[in-house]
Structures are given as structure tokens and as C-alpha cells.
Nanobody, 114 residues
Framework: VQLQASGGGLVQAGGCLRL?????????????MAWYRQVPGKERELVAS???????YYADFVKGRFTISRNLASTTSHLQMNSLEPEDTAIYFC?????????WGQGTLVTVSS
């Protein structure tokens, strides 16, 4: 199974982007769908996650600006990013966790200009 992330690009500060993540086939037993981001030279950090039961988590630095959503039937997730800041510039990775396995997308670059 492969995850394909898309939707990144160049946007001005204050703008918005919508990232999407699609699995090559439906993944059963999903526990969490999440988005991480990584800046070169720094560790990958969790941005937002959505548990199967509907519980969401947002990192403090995106609360109120980003929204995660998902479609379990097709194992897709989205990250709506509003009020983007230059500090949000990073490669964004989607992630799916089941009980036994973890899948990563290839990353999509988000660049926010000031």
C-alpha cells in the first residue's frame, strides 16, 4: 500500500492550502490518520491527527488554523491549512497507523512566503 500526498505549493503569508493524502487501496483497521511536517535539519513533528473514533489532536502551533479530516472508506485524509505563516514552511507527510502497521506518504512541500 502506498500513500500519495498532494496539494503543497507556494503561498503568501495569510493564504491557505489544502493537502490531500490518498492510499493506493483501502487500508483496514485504521487507528489514526495524521499529518507531520519536517524542516531540513530538524526532527519530524506531529501537526494533527484524527483517531478512528473522531478524536482530534492539533499541535499548539496550528490550533485554530489547520483542520484535519478523513474518509475511512477510501483511506484518504485532508489537511486544510488557513492563515499560513512563513514558519509553516516544511515538507508535510501524511501517516496512517493501524494496530500492526504504519504507512507514510512521500511528502509534499509547502512554502509560505512573507
Amino acid at each position: 500500500v502506498q500513500l500519495q500526498a498532494s496539494g503543497g505549493g507556494l503561498v503568501q503569508a495569510g493564504g491557505c492550502l489544502r493537502l490531500s493524502c490518498a492510499a493506493s487501496r483501502r487500508i483496514g483497521g485504521v487507528r489514526y490518520m495524521a499529518w507531520y511536517r519536517q524542516v531540513p535539519g530538524k526532527e519530524r513533528e506531529l501537526v494533527a491527527s484524527l483517531a478512528t473514533g473522531g478524536t482530534t489532536y492539533y499541535a499548539d502551533f496550528v490550533k485554530g488554523r489547520f483542520t484535519i479530516s478523513r474518509n475511512l472508506a477510501s483511506t484518504t485524509s485532508h489537511l486544510q491549512m488557513n492563515s499560513l505563516e512563513p514558519e509553516d514552511t516544511a515538507i508535510y507527510f501524511c501517516n496512517v497507523k493501524t494496530v500492526a502497521l504504519q504507512y507514510w506518504g512521500q511528502g509534499t512541500l509547502v512554502t509560505v512566503s512573507s
